[in-house]
């Protein structure tokens, strides 16, 4: 990833901070409203220029913590944090090293936060829906295991403790963060897709839609997953923007690990959408793996 794009402090999976580099330069040159429909951590809507903006996720609590960092100061975020880490008694290196600890650079101080982590855990699963709830889920985010959000069918936080603590740059990462989302005076809305007002939009807006993917697999909510209803109404809904005349951009499998998506596969082809591909030569990041990738056609599919 260029170092030049703003990094989202919420490290989603399937987040696509990654290939920013060639979805960017897809979308057209003036966006009256941009709409990241399927947020998750924000990485596009936050790197993409607009006059407007409209977040959008599923996920209740992923926009409540997003509407705390617009509500509260950045100075009261990071003191909030501060305090957090003083009260449960996490670890600290900004201040000390991993060995001060009982821990390693490898390994991290997940052994020395795993009390406190679960004490957090605990009482933000507990806590009412107020700033401090928030914070509390941004905690556990920080602490928790690879800067992941996860949820159970009952809505609670559910990850293991992590590796890494409240560092300097974890701090500086939330800061550019947060001083941008306010910057852009954003809507934030927790809506289901299928409810989506697309009459509050125009020719120039544009909407990116990030679903999970039918035929990967990840877990934003070990219950509900994407299923083929899920994808039928996404399509359905997409034409029903073509035929308002509003622009869009779906990023998607079309194969992975010899499976193939025939229900959007069709669809393209039936309307003769526009397909880009993504090179996803990852030698450049962490995640390659040797043949991991081979299989696998990941692309943009556009109606302009
Ligand atoms: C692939 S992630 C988006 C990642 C994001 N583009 C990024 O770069 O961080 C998919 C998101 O879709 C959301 N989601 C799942 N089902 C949804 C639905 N029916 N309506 C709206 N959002 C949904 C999930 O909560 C998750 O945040």
Redesign the pocket.
């Known amino acids: 990833m260029n170092s030049w794009f703003t990094v989202?402090p919420l490290n989603?999976i399937?987040?696509?901070?990654r290939i920013l580099d060639q979805l960017l330069p897809v979308f057209p040159e003036h966006i009256s409203t941009f709409v990241?429909?399927?947020?998750?951590?924000?990485?596009?809507g936050i790197n993409t220029q607009a006059d407007n903006y409209i977040y959008?996720?599923?996920?209740r609590e992923?926009i409540g913590l997003l509407k705390m960092f617009l509500r509260l100061n950045i100075n009261t975020i990071l003191k909030r944090m501060d305090e957090i880490v003083e009260h449960y008694g996490f670890s600290k290196t900004k201040d000390h090293n991993f060995a001060y600890y009982g821990g390693n650079p490898m390994k991290g101080v997940s052994r020395y936060n795993k009390e406190p982590f679960l004490q957090l855990r605990q009482d933000y699963n507990n806590s009412p829906r107020n700033n401090q709830h928030y914070i509390m889920l941004y905690a556990l985010v920080v602490f928790g295991f690879n800067n992941q959000m996860r949820f159970n069918d009952r809505g609670e936080y559910n990850l293991p403790v992590g590796k890494r603590d409240f560092n300097d740059v974890i701090r500086r990462k939330l800061q550019v963060f947060v001083d941008k989302l306010k910057a852009q005076h954003p809507v934030i809305q927790n809506?289901?897709?299928r409810r989506f007002d697309i009459y509050q939009l125009d020719g120039d807006s544009l909407v990116y839609l990030?679903?999970?993917y039918l035929i990967s697999t990840?877990t934003?909510?070990e219950g509900g997953g994407?299923t083929e209803r899920?994808e039928q109404d996404l399509l359905d809904f997409m034409d029903r923007l073509n035929e308002q005349g509003i622009h869009f951009v779906l990023s998607n499998m079309l194969e992975h690990k010899g499976r193939k998506n025939h229900l959007l596969i069709n669809w393209i082809e039936q309307r003769n959408m526009q397909v880009v591909g993504i090179n996803m030569d990852y030698s450049n990041s962490n995640y390659q793996v040797e043949g991991k990738n081979s299989g696998t056609v990941e692309v943009l599919v556009k109606n302009y």
């Open positions: 989202s989603y399937g987040g696509k901070a990241d429909m399927f947020c998750g951590g924000c990485n596009v959008n996720d599923g996920n992923l809506n289901d897709f990030d679903p999970p990840a934003y909510n994407w899920d």
